[in-house]
């Protein structure tokens, strides 16, 4: 059974730090994209970072460039967000989601982690 299982949401204060991790199960990891989306109430999901299969590339959208750094560790079949400065702007569910290196129309999705920013 596939399974991507997110952890490390919580609540902290603007300029805090915050480490997610999303644990991956079910399929052959190293195979796989590995990106983060978040969802603000009212909002649209959005892309916040993504690395490729082997970790060689990462991105980061701008919003949270400087601040936000993902990573991953195959040998652990886990995607990291590590969330710097933290801004209640970044308040949101945060979902990690596992795409075929080619076969780019499947897609897994984890539950989601609750990012809260707020003195």
């Known amino acids: 059974q596939v399974q991507l299982v997110e952890s490390g949401g919580g609540l902290v204060q603007p300029g805090g730090s915050l480490r997610l991790s999303c644990a991956a199960s079910?399929?052959?990891?190293?195979?796989?994209?590995m990106s983060w989306y978040r969802q603000a109430p009212g909002n649209e999901r959005e892309l916040v970072a993504r690395?490729?299969?082997?970790?060689?590339?990462?991105d980061v959208v701008d919003s949270v460039k400087g601040r936000f750094t993902i990573a991953r560790d195959n040998s652990k079949n886990t995607v990291y967000l590590q969330m710097n400065s933290l801004k209640p702007d970044d308040t949101a569910v945060y979902y990690c989601?596992?795409?075929?290196?080619?076969?780019?129309?499947?897609?897994?999705w984890g539950q989601g982690t609750q990012v809260t920013v707020s003195s």
């Open positions: 989601n596992a795409a075929h290196q080619f076969w780019s129309g499947i897609d897994y």
């Open positions: 079910g399929f052959i990891f190293s195979y796989y994209h």
């Open positions: 690395i490729t299969n082997t970790g060689a590339i990462t």
